[in-house]
Each structure stands twice: as C-alpha cells, then as structure tokens.
C-alpha cells in the first residue's frame, strides 16, 4: 500500500472519507507521500495471522501486493509464484475467514503477452503470458474467480497496463520506459531505446488508474469481471522518446539496441467494457502526464553541484 499505485489509492481513500489500512513490506514502497491518517503495517501477503488481524472489520480490500520486475521474474520464478500467487491465495483464505467478500485486484496488461490482433479484449483475445511475472498475475485472476465462484467472493480484476506518473520505481534491472526516458534526456546523456523504437504500448496516468480502481469497488455483485484499464491509445516508443526530449527541451546521443527486444511489438487496451461497466474515461494525455511527472518527480531532473 505504500508503492507507486498503493499511495495515491490510500490518499484517495482518505480523502474521501475513509478508513485505510495498509499492509506492505517496503522491499519497493515507503511510507513518504502517504497521508498521515492511513494506518500503515510492515509484514507481508503471505503472513496469515498477520493477515487475520488486520482485516477484522475490513469491508474491501485493494489487493495492490506483488513483485513486479520481469527480468527478476525469469531468474527466480519460484519467488514471483511464493509472493504473486501464493500471497494471493493466503490473502483469499483470510478474507473467508473473517467474512470478507469485495476485492479488486490490480492485475496486468502483460497477461496478454504477444498478440497479433489490436487492441486487446477481455473477452476474445486469449492470454499468452510471456515472463512468469504475467503467468503469476494470471495465475492469480483464476484463483480469484476460481474461489468467487466456490465461496461467494465478490472481485474485480483490472487488468492495468503500462502505468506512470511521479514516484514510480525504476533502476537499472527495472526500467520503465518513461520514467527512464526522462531522467537520461534531462542528464543530456545517452539514451538507450531497445529495440527500433517502433514497439507500441498503452500508457496511462497513474491518477486514472486510481480512479478506475475506486470505480471497481462500487460495482455491485460483480461476477468473474476481468476489465481493462489503460488509456486505450497505442503509442510508439520512439513517440514517448520524442516527447520525453520536447518536455526536458535536451539533445542526447540515442543508441537503438537492436539485439534486445522490448517484449511484445503492439499492446493497447480494448476500454468498452471499462466505458460500460466501470462509466471509467481516462482525463490525463500522454504528453500531459509526462509534463506532470517531470514536474512532480524530482529524481528525474539533471543533477548539479
């Protein structure tokens, strides 16, 4: 609850009137940038009685928690299926337990993996994970829907996809495309686009993506909904360079690494069923949300003295 989405969600939350606790194990959050009325708790998913305590009384909860670098998933997978999926079902235990039925899940865009057809439909378009990182998210949506049908679990999965905004993770191991874009631009440095920049992806602000969560939570008797949320626009990552460039008015030296491909060529998200069910619309432009988060995220700026 104290990562990139967990934040915003909580301050939200807070903001409109309610009660949050929160549970993270700060192997990626902290504590800076939450409101103080969120009552936040070091432990982790997989911890049951932990889990027990906490959600006495609870009435929904926003299962937020996973490990999310995909490189780290293909080296150690068992650890992604422990927290990812395992955490998931330990979590789903405990909400049994003490009568919990609502969820929403934040899910990923990466379950759909390399698919000829654009954009992409909960419905029609059939899943083909391609890191364990996306089999763990989709191995969590069908225990999700698995168990709602059998215990009576009330849960929305939205599958999220290419989220950014200020206070998002990155490193070397782990580099989402904006947030890096921007940070060696601004450096006047050497930016390294992989692949020939034409791969596409669907980019959406972080603070629509907390609107479309709230929205989840107010769906009554949801049964098995698995909805995407993106901004239902295909951007190139060459238009993402280009505009990261504009925003940091810089000239770096780019470098295309041909012999490292970034994942699937085209991903954009289908928002019917997001329009239709959730009345969700994402208010934020690419470009608008890129100056945002150059101008609220002082990490990515040059560096002096």
Request: hydrophobic share 40%.
């Amino acid at each position: 609850m104290a990562g990139f989405l967990g934040t915003p969600l909580a301050n939200q939350l807070v903001k409109e009137g309610n009660e949050v606790i929160g549970l993270d194990d700060f192997s990626a959050g902290n504590a800076e940038g939450l409101d103080p009325a969120v009552r936040l708790v070091r432990g982790n998913i997989t911890d049951r009685e932990l889990l027990w305590k906490l959600l006495q009384g609870v009435d929904c909860v926003y299962h937020l928690a996973a490990k999310v670098i995909v490189p780290d998933s293909i080296l150690y997978p068992s650890e992604y299926e422990k927290v990812n999926v395992g955490g998931t079902v330990t979590l789903l235990e405990a909400m049994r337990d003490v009568g919990i039925r609502h969820m929403i899940f934040s899910s990923s865009g990466t379950i759909y993996g390399f698919q000829k057809e654009q954009p992409l439909k909960e419905e029609t378009t059939k899943p083909k994970p391609a890191s364990p990182y996306a089999v763990s998210k989709l191995a969590s949506e069908y225990y999700i829907n698995t168990i709602g049908r059998l215990w009576g679990l009330e849960a929305v999965c939205l599958r999220i996809f290419n989220a950014y905004g200020p206070r998002q993770g990155f490193s070397f191991t782990h580099a989402p495309v904006i947030p890096t874009f921007l940070k060696q631009s601004a450096a006047r440095g050497t930016v390294i686009v992989h692949g020939d920049g034409h791969n596409t992806r669907d980019f959406v602000y972080v603070d629509d993506v907390v609107t479309a969560l709230i929205l989840a939570s107010k769906i009554r008797n949801p049964q098995e909904l698995v909805i995407n949320i993106g901004s239902g626009i295909e951007t190139s990552v060459q238009e993402v360079l280009d505009l990261a460039i504009k925003i940091t008015g810089s000239k770096p030296e780019i470098v295309y690494n041909q012999r490292r491909l970034g994942g699937p060529d085209r991903m954009c998200a289908d928002l019917t069923l997001a329009r239709k069910l959730l009345n969700y619309e994402p208010k934020v432009s690419l470009e608008e949300g890129m100056r945002l988060t150059y101008a609220l995220d002082r990490r990515l700026h040059k560096q002096t003295g």
